[in-house]
Each structure stands twice: as structure tokens, then as C-alpha cells.
């Protein structure tokens, strides 16, 4: 069956950075557009960054400039580099693979920004 395993998550401080990493199985990951969302407490879930199974990209307006998707079909992983991070920030962070119909979730990964 299709997994999605995010990593990477973690307490960073204001103006620093993390790297975001989903690992994708049980899937033609080449095939998929993929996404990174994420959901503050008591808010939506709200998309924050997507790319394409051509590698086209984009972003929400609150990270762009800021937070870069990219990825690795021979690892069947897709990264979310995230810079300059302030408290906005903090969230449960989500991976998203969609093709064709289908549509699959990770687990999540928490984000805390805080001094």
C-alpha cells in the first residue's frame, strides 16, 4: 500500500532553517504531483507548496522566497528546504502525493519556531 514518512521536523529559533523530507512506497512516485501542507492549531489546513511530476513548482504567498520543494523520483523523495522560518510558521506539516484521482496523506511532522 502507498506510504508517505515525513522527517525532518523539529524546535527550530526565529531566522533559522529546516529541511523537510518525504518518503514515498508502495507507489509510481515518478507519477505523482506532490505537496506539503500544513495546519496551524485551531486553523485550516492550508497548502504551502507543490510540485508537479514535471517538476513545476508552486507556492503559498506566505513562504514564498522562503521555503523551496524539490525532488528526488530515484530516492522517491520530495524535500521542502524551509529559510528564514518565524513563529507563523509553526505547524503540523503534511506531505501530499495526488495522481490521477488518488490522493494519500503522511502522518505529519511537527514545526515549532521559538526562541
Known amino acids: 500500500q502507498v506510504q508517505l514518512v515525513e522527517s525532518g521536523g523539529g524546535l527550530v529559533q526565529p531566522g533559522g532553517s529546516l529541511r523537510l523530507s518525504c518518503a514515498g512506497s508502495g507507489m509510481s512516485f515518478s507519477s505523482y504531483a506532490m505537496g506539503w501542507y500544513r495546519q496551524a492549531q485551531e486553523k485550516r489546513r492550508e497548502l504551502v507548496a507543490h510540485?508537479?511530476?514535471?517538476?513545476?513548482?508552486n507556492y503559498a504567498d506566505s513562504v514564498a522566497g522562503r521555503f523551496t520543494i524539490s525532488r528526488d523520483n530515484a530516492k522517491n523523495t520530495v524535500y521542502l528546504q524551509m529559510e528564514s522560518l518565524n513563529p507563523g510558521d509553526t505547524a503540523v506539516y503534511y506531505c501530499?502525493?495526488?495522481?490521477?484521482?488518488?490522493?494519500?496523506w503522511g502522518q505529519g511532522t511537527q514545526v515549532t519556531v521559538s526562541s
Open positions: 501530499n502525493a495526488g495522481w490521477l484521482g488518488l490522493n494519500y
Open positions: 510540485i508537479s511530476s514535471e517538476g513545476s513548482t
